[in-house]
């Protein structure tokens, strides 16, 4: 089983709505027993608060199901137990670092460098990749929403060939 952890600043928004998106995604493609998915924070700010309630809309409004989540904060243990640790933002990735150290497996990409490669391996080299834009500060969901579901079509392509 191949274990994904999508991870924003609070995990009310990018990265549960990544999540749940390729929960979807897996689903439909008759994938899901091949996966466990998951996200998580890189701060403490929003721990045990369920999806911000625009992120719970935009994820309505595109057909995708989810359930109540409460926001927690990513763990040295969770960086053993994941394969592939997937950062919507290169701020994510400074916090990462203060959080779990080095990168030693080569875990930890960004959400769009599944967009740039047909290599899951090779995620971790890519350069100039785009930060997945932040509803938090643009209030722009749809913008959000269309980065994290082209990640996560390219992550299931390149993980499940689907």
């Not at 670092?97 to 960004?110: C, N, P, Y």
């Not at 959400?111 to 740039?116: I, L, N």
């Amino acid at each position: 089983m191949t274990k994904i952890l999508f991870i924003c600043h609070g995990n009310i928004c990018r990265s549960v709505m990544a999540e749940f998106i390729m929960k979807e995604l897996c689903r439909q493609a008759g994938t899901e027993k091949q996966f466990e998915i998951a996200s998580a924070a890189v701060s403490t700010e929003e721990t045990g608060n369920d999806i911000y309630p625009p992120a719970k809309r935009k994820l309505r409004e595109k057909g995708i199901p989810f359930t109540f989540h409460a926001a927690r904060q990513i763990t040295r243990a969770d960086y053993a137990y994941y394969d592939y640790i997937i950062c919507a933002d290169q701020s994510n990735l400074r916090w990462m670092e203060r959080l779990i150290g080095e990168d030693t497996e080569h875990k930890v990409s960004l959400m769009m460098a599944w967009t740039m490669t047909n290599d899951p391996s090779a995620v971790t080299g890519i350069s100039n990749i785009p930060n997945v834009a932040d509803p938090w500060y643009t209030g722009d969901f749809e913008e959000a929403w269309q980065d994290i579901e082209q990640s996560c079509k390219a992550i299931c392509k390149l993980l499940t060939k689907c």
